[in-house]
């Protein structure tokens, strides 16, 4: 049983900055890697970045692209997403997810996912 804790959204202006943090228990990690994802209203989920448990691989959407940053703190077997300038298109549930096979940008490769956190950008 793998379970994730997201923590650090909320509110914010826009071109402020928030840092996710999502902690993994359960089971050990070897050849994973981790994925955040957001879902804004009425809009289907969406690939933001993902990390290699090792930390050798990064891979982010382009509307993030120099503006977040994925990393690991495996001692603590937690992924951060660091979010800067942040904009009212950035508004979503932000979800953290595992997958067994490495590195994906798609939703069915993750086999276990947090519950979510919210981040919401004022204009």
């Known amino acids: 049983q793998v379970q994730l804790v997201e923590s650090g959204g909320g509110l914010v202006q826009a071109g402020g900055s928030l840092r996710l943090s999502c902690a993994a228990s359960?089971?050990?990690?070897?050849?994973?890697?981790m994925g955040w994802f957001r879902q804004a209203p009425g809009k289907e989920r969406e690939f933001v970045a993902a990390i290699t448990w090792s930390g050798s691989s990064t891979y982010y959407v382009d509307s993030v692209k120099g503006r977040f940053t994925i990393s690991r703190d495996n001692a603590k077997n937690t992924r951060y997403l660091q979010m800067n300038s942040l904009k009212p298109e950035d508004t979503a549930v932000y979800y953290c997810a595992v997958a067994s096979y490495g590195l994906s940008t798609r939703t069915r490769d993750y086999d276990y996912w947090g519950q979510g956190t919210q981040v919401t950008v004022s204009s």
């Open positions: 359960g089971r050990t990690f070897s050849n994973y890697a």
